[in-house]
Structures are given as structure tokens and as C-alpha cells.
């Protein structure tokens, strides 16, 4: 209903839908509906442009580079993987760097397109277009923002795919602002007040002048954050986070993307004895807490969308925020307030 009222083709809108509710099915409510206002704000103001196609701006071999258009990324980046993974079926290895997408989503829907198709995939991605809201390590204010990685590789009959898929900041900024909305406190060390003190209230970011999360490991995370920045945002020919470029009160992801086929390295039979045998040796460490036992990255969200297959929450304010955003878009909020119980049929409606 509101990705219709904000002008997307009936197509556009689920597959916007579907990954957003997708993303709030795998624990990730952070790019979840709760995104939706955030899409209503870019298109006030321009910045996103609904029912874009990706464009493939260089074509040289096994090299791909996409423009967004400022499309949704979620469709942007979608067509870009689709023609990566295509691509690869001939030349074993993909190159695809794609800029100026809006809002890319849950970086890991990338990273399980590749692995459905067999593939594995590697994805460092900045985010641009609005105020900075990471510091780096041993800084007290944001220069850059919460630079997804995601790394990707497709599992076997008896081992699913193993999928690392996280921002390079302590916590992802959506989390802070679910944290914000539901009244309750960051956890510790992941953010900073705008005198650099660490604190965890996550109101810091919704003031002026704002606080700033934290990087990830220290030193470490903040590398990782920077090369997000020079292979997402420069290699793609798109901005990083630097001053020069205009800040334009949006969300622009760009994203280094790397697609390739296990099968040209390795058998898969020896892939897959070589992944179920290390995921089981690392698993079967003793568990520090019982209750806590040892998991394989991917494993969080695939326990989660069994855990939510009826239905997935969404809190008050974050609710009322988007049906807010839903008016201004001319949906009648009495038609969404009807959908009082969220379950995944009735969001793809959104
Ligand atoms: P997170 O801290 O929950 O970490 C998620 C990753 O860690 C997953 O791969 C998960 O499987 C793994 N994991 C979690 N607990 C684990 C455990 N106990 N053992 C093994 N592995 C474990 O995620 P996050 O950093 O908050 O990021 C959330 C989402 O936000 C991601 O989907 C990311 O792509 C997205 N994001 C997007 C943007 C953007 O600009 N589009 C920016 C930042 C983050």
C-alpha cells in the first residue's frame, strides 16, 4: 500500500516488501518496515526514484559496474546481482561494483541470492547521502557512516550457507533507533555523546549536536569501515564519505561486489566434506554458557525466521511512524491500523 502510494509498479513494491519483511523475519528490525519512513523522506525530497532498472555503465568481461540511479536498492541491487550471478555461470569470477543505489537493505539478501545460485560472494558496501554516524577509533565525532560487509558461501545437503552479514559499527544504526523508539538503552561501548564520552543512551543520535557509534573491534572494525569506503564508495565511482560531496538528507549505498564459482577452485565434493567438517569442529566447542552454545554466522537469522514464521513485531512508536509516513503518501491510516497483527502476507501488502 505505501510503496504504492509512493509511486513503485506493483512488481517494485513486493519485491521492496518482501525484502523488508524478509529482513524483520531474520531478527533484523532494523531494516525492516520500520525503514519505510525513511523511503517516504527520500521521496519528499527526490533523492529516491521509484521504478528504476539498473544500468550497466562498463562491460568488460568479468568485470560489471552498475549504476543505481538512485533506484530502490533493494530492486537496484537485486537486478545488479542477478546479472552478476548470470554472468559468472561463464566466467567463474564477477567484478560487480554498483553505486548510487538508495537504501540497499540487508546487505545478506545479496549474499543469499549468490549462494542460492551456488555461488560465493563478497560485498563491501559505504553509505552516503546524509550526516556521518560512525567515529573512528580514537576519534570522539562521526566521519562515515555503519559500512556493511557481507561475505557469502552456499552450503551443502546437510550444512546450509554460511553467511556473515553485519555493519562495521558496534551496532547497526537502525538498532539504535529501534533502541530509541522502544525506550531502551544501546549496549555498552557502542556509542559516544558529542563530547566523545561513551554512553548508552541512544538518544545521542537524535539530537544536535549528535553523538556517534563506535566502531566494531576497536582498530580492526575501523579498517574494515575504511575499505568499505575506498572499494564501495571509490572503486565503484561513486562518493565516500568525505566532505566534498553534498549531503543530501538521503540514503546512498554503494556496493563492491565480488560473485564467483566454488567449483572452479575445488570439487564440490571436498567443498562441502572441507565446510560441514570445520562448522561442525568449531560448533562442537564446549559452550561457555549452556544456555549459549556455539553457532555458525547465518544460524542467528535462520533461527529467528522459524521463531517468527507467524508473524513479527513491530513497536509502537515505529508503527505509528509508519503509518504517519503512510498519510502523507495519501493511504488511509485506518487501512493500516486494521493490520493489527503482522504477519508476513499481510506486511507484503505494505
Ligand atoms: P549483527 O550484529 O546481528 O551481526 C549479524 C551477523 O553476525 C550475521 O551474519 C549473524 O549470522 C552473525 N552472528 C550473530 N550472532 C552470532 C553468533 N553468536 N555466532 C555466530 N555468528 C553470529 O548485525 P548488524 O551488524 O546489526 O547488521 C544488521 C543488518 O544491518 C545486516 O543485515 C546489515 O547488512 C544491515 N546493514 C545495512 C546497512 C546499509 O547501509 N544498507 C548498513 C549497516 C547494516
Redo the contacts with the bound molecule.
Keep these: 500500500m505505501i510503496l504504492e502510494a509512493g509511486g513503485s509498479e506493483p512488481e517494485e513494491a513486493r519485491i521492496v516488501a518482501d525484502h523488508l519483511v524478509l529482513?524483520n523475519l531474520?531478527?533484523?528490525d532494523?531494516?525492516g518496515v520500520g525503514m519505510l519512513p525513511a523511503y517516504e523522506r527520500s521521496l519528499g525530497n527526490e533523492t529516491l526514484k521509484p521504478n528504476r532498472t539498473v544500468e550497466l555503465v562498463r562491460d568488460d568481461g568479468a568485470i560489471m559496474m552498475f549504476d543505481g540511479g538512485m533506484g530502490y536498492?533493494q530492486v537496484v541491487g537485486r537486478q545488479a546481482t542477478d546479472a552478476a550471478i548470470e554472468r559468472c555461470r561463464g566466467t567463474g569470477i564477477v567484478l560487480a561494483p554498483v553505486r548510487n543505489c538508495h537504501?540497499?537493505?540487508?546487505?545478506?539478501t545479496y549474499g543469499e541470492q549468490a549462494a542460492d545460485a551456488g555461488f560465493a560472494s563478497l560485498h563491501f558496501?559505504n553509505?552516503v547521502g546524509h550526516q556521518a554516524l560512525v567515529a573512528p577509533y580514537r576519534g570522539t565525532d562521526a566521519r562515515y557512516?555503519?559500512?556493511?560487509i557481507?561475505l557469502s558461501l552456499p552450503g551443502s545437503d546437510r550444512q546450509p550457507p554460511v553467511?556473515?552479514?553485519?555493519?562495521?559499527?558496534r551496532?547497526?544504526?537502525?538498532?539504535a533507533r529501534v533502541a530509541h523508539n522502544r525506550g531502551e538503552q544501546a549496549p555498552e561501548g557502542s556509542l559516544i555523546d558529542h563530547r566523545g564520552r561513551t554512553t548508552r543512551d541512544p538518544s545521542v543520535l537524535f539530537q544536535q549536536p549528535a553523538g556517534a557509534l563506535t566502531s566494531?573491534g576497536d582498530h580492526k572494525g575501523y579498517g574494515l569501515a575504511v575499505f568499505c569506503e575506498l572499494l564501495g564508495g571509490m572503486m565503484s565511482g561513486g562518493h565516500t564519505s568525505q566532505p566534498e560531496h553534498e549531503v543530501e538528507g538521503t540514503?546512498v549505498?554503494n556496493m563492491f561486489m565480488v560473485v564467483f564459482d566454488p567449483e572452479r577452485l575445488v570439487e564440490r565434493s571436498a567443498m562441502e566434506h572441507e565446510l560441514e567438517a570445520l562448522i561442525a569442529h568449531v560448533k562442537a566447542s564446549p559452550a561457555a554458557d549452556p544456555e549459549?552454545p556455539?553457532?555458525?554466522?547465518?544460524?542467528?537469522?535462520r533461527a529467528m525466521r522459524v521463531e517468527r514464521a507467524e508473524a513479527i513485531p513491530v513497536d509502537a512508536e515505529s508503527w505509528r511512524q509508519i503509518v504517519a509516513a503512510g498519510a502523507r503518501l495519501g493511504v488511509d491510516p485506518a487501512r493500516l491500523e486494521a493490520l493489527t497483527a503482522l504477519v508476513p502476507g499481510v506486511v507484503a501488502a505494505l
Design positions: 529482513a531474520s531478527g533484523h532494523s531494516h536498492g537504501h540497499l537493505g540487508r546487505i545478506g558496501v553509505v557512516s555503519t559500512n556493511p557481507c553467511l556473515l552479514d553485519m555493519a562495521t559499527s551496532i547497526a544504526h537502525g538498532k566494531f540514503i549505498n549459549e556455539v553457532l555458525a554466522p547465518g544460524d542467528p537469522e
